[in-house]
């Protein structure tokens, strides 16, 4: 219908044309979050800051096993990283990405975290790797190859964080590129593939009724295909 038809129709039946949404008005209502988006994601983050704590505490033991060769280590470091995927994929709201990565990491450091305060700064950062993948989609693509690609840039800035931002490590320039790489390759398959994962699961069982991300188990492996 075009501008003209649509003008002709609304004073011919007013009380249609109220009815009907303008497509600012349709943005408005998949961008803004609902009280069901805050309430899901805060505890989303909540769990994930209580897993990171625990997580936190047998790294001591995990980090042991790559005593051999620690640029390895962050291979296993997308643990720190689902949050923020996990909580775009279920959320699909500007800002879910980063909110839950965020508050992931203010839970842990407030249970404790071994590195204190820096984990807000690396979560942050870390969600924003994520956030800048949905964003440049959209908010519409919530694929796998999607998710992938957000946990993979998740990694990717979390490595660079505790190298150029949070410099905690010293490393020679090839092993700095190890350690990024395994960061980032960690981000993608941790964070990303079973993240997206995890979300066709939860849309499976129903619990995300009120959710954007209701029928993502039924939405394309691969394109650009988005349930609503």
């Known amino acids: ?20 949404p303008s497509p600012t008005t349709r943005s408005a209502k998949t961008t803004r979050w609902s009280v069901s988006d805050i309430v899901v994601a805060s505890t989303l983050a909540v769990a994930a800051g209580v897993i990171f704590w625990g997580w ?3 790294y001591q033991v995990i980090g042991g096993l790559f005593a051999a060769y620690p640029p390895m280590a962050t291979i296993v470091h997308g643990m720190w990283l689902f949050p923020g995927v996990l909580g775009a994929l279920i959320i699909r709201k500007p800002g879910a990405a980063i909110y839950c990565e965020l508050v992931a990491a203010v839970v842990s450091a407030l249970l404790g975290s071994q590195w204190g305060l820096t984990v807000l700064s690396s979560g942050f950062v870390q969600g924003l790797g994520a956030e800048l993948i949905f964003l ?7 694929t796998l190859d999607t998710a992938v ?17 949070i410099p905690m490590y010293a490393y020679a320039p090839l092993e700095t590129a190890v ?6 390759l960690s981000g993608a398959i941790i ?7 995890a979300t066709r699961g939860l849309a499976a069982t129903s619990v995300l009724g009120p959710l954007a991300s209701r029928r993502a188990h039924r939405e394309p492996v691969v394109g650009s295909g988005a349930g609503r």
Do not use: E
């Open 1 to 20: 219908m075009s501008s003209t038809d649509a003008s002709k129709a609304s004073k011919k039946d007013p009380q249609r044309a109220a009815a009907t």
């Open 56 to 58: 936190n505490l047998s």
């Open 136 to 142: 440049a989609f959209l908010y519409r693509r919530f």
């Open 149 to 165: 690609l957000a946990g993979a840039l998740s990694g990717f800035f979390g490595g660079a964080t505790y190298h150029w931002i």
């Open 179 to 184: 350690h990024i790489g395994c960061f980032t």
């Open 191 to 197: 964070a990303g593939a079973l993240m997206w994962v």
